[in-house]
């Protein structure tokens, strides 16, 4: 089943890193908040920067470091503003997206307002779709929780919140693991379905919720649902095709791969389809 997942989410992800990372935005204190307990990379379980020597040379690691440790010298609203700096030094110069991530979640934390905690939680979520460290994935986890969790505690009401938390159980790698992580994700996203079932971004989890757990006619009803109301999206396109394909139902995976292709219009993507169709031949 790993190679389908990955197939699927393959086209659809690239697409999502390249955005997330060309929408940096500043953050800007708030004031009279309470700051939530980081869990910074000195608690991670991990080295996370002798994980990026190999894209990151150590002039630039020595740059992240000097700045990251003025942040002791000053007030909230300094550590913020060091942190900015960092995020876009870690974006334009040093292209390093886990580190990128972290600097947000750490500015996040601090400035505790719903709209910087809810990009970071974003922010973690798509990094986590798309890495392949199986102990960088626990901590992307983790931050990823965490940052959903405390975006609502501010806004419990706000489906897309929780969307995205039910969205880092299914995708999401703990030091536990199993099943259950997947079931949790899955009836967190029911709860706005049950509400609203015209919501289609929590039947795009769900459905690829049922593929990650091996539910794959409850898959192929709720990407088919999605499907119809937005035909252009890939993601779902892209699921539904392995959904078939790994029910043996091939004319429909071939016919669905297809469609993945023309959406996605990438053709790093269309070679990788291209190989898995003919797989299935």
Same mark, same amino acid.
């Given at each position: 089943?790993?190679?389908?997942?990955?197939?699927?989410? /393959?086209?659809?992800?690239?697409?999502?890193?390249?955005?997330?990372?060309?929408?940096?935005?500043?953050?800007?204190?708030?004031?009279?908040?309470?700051?939530?307990?980081?869990?910074?990379?000195?608690?991670?379980?991990?080295?996370?920067?002798?994980?990026?020597?190999?894209?990151?040379?150590?002039?630039?690691?020595?740059?992240?470091?000097?700045?990251?440790?003025?942040?002791?010298?000053?007030?909230?609203?300094?550590?913020?503003?060091?942190?900015?700096?960092?995020?876009?030094?870690?974006?334009?110069?040093?292209?390093?997206?886990?580190?990128?991530?972290?600097?947000?979640?750490?500015?996040?934390?601090?400035?505790?307002?719903?709209?910087?905690?809810?990009?970071?939680?974003?922010?973690?979520?798509?990094?986590?779709?798309?890495?392949?460290?199986?102990?960088?994935?626990?901590?992307?986890?983790?931050?990823?929780?965490?940052?959903?969790?405390?975006?609502?505690?501010?806004?419990?009401?706000?489906?897309?919140?929780?969307?995205?938390?039910?969205?880092?159980?299914?995708?999401?790698?703990?030091?536990?693991?199993?099943?259950?992580?997947?079931?949790?994700?899955?009836?967190?996203?029911?709860?706005?379905?049950?509400?609203?079932?015209?919501?289609?971004?929590?039947?795009?989890?769900?459905?690829? /919720?049922?593929?990650?757990?091996?539910?794959?006619?409850?898959?192929?009803?709720?990407?088919?649902?999605?499907?119809?109301?937005?035909?252009?999206?890939?993601?779902?396109?892209?699921?539904?095709?392995?959904?078939?394909?790994?029910?043996?139902?091939?004319?429909?995976?071939?016919?669905?791969?297809?469609?993945?292709?023309?959406?996605?219009?990438?053709?790093?993507?269309?070679?990788?389809?291209?190989?898995?169709?003919?797989?299935?031949?």
């Amino acid at each position: 089943m790993s190679k389908q997942i990955f197939l699927a989410a /393959g086209g659809a992800l690239v697409v999502l890193l390249l955005f997330f990372l060309g929408r940096t935005t500043e953050q800007k204190t708030s004031d009279n908040k309470p700051v939530p307990t980081s869990s910074g990379h000195e608690k991670m379980g991990l080295d996370l920067k002798s994980l990026l020597k190999g894209t990151v040379d150590s002039a630039q690691l020595a740059f992240i470091d000097s700045l990251e440790n003025t942040c002791n010298k000053g007030d909230s609203s300094y550590k913020i503003l060091t942190y900015n700096k960092l995020i876009n030094y870690c974006k334009d110069s040093a292209s390093s997206p886990l580190l990128f991530g972290y600097f947000h979640s750490k500015a996040a934390k601090l400035d505790n307002s719903e709209k910087s905690l809810t990009f970071a939680a974003q922010l973690f979520l798509d990094l986590l779709r798309s890495e392949k460290n199986e102990k960088v994935a626990v901590w992307l986890t983790s931050e990823a929780i965490q940052l959903f969790d405390l975006a609502l505690a501010q806004s419990p009401a706000n489906d897309d919140l929780k969307i995205g938390l039910g969205s880092v159980y299914i995708f999401g790698k703990s030091d536990k693991g199993g099943p259950e992580e997947t079931m949790k994700g899955i009836q967190q996203i029911l709860e706005v379905v049950r509400r609203d079932s015209n919501n289609m971004k929590a039947q795009l989890m769900l459905g690829i /919720g049922g593929f990650v757990s091996g539910q794959y006619p409850k898959a192929e009803a709720r990407l088919l649902k999605v499907v119809q109301a937005q035909p252009d999206n890939l993601e779902a396109a892209a699921f539904l095709a392995d959904t078939y394909a790994v029910q043996g139902n091939k004319e429909e995976a071939v016919k669905w791969y297809n469609i993945s292709k023309r959406l996605a219009n990438n053709p790093a993507y269309s070679r990788e389809v291209d190989a898995r169709i003919e797989e299935l031949k």
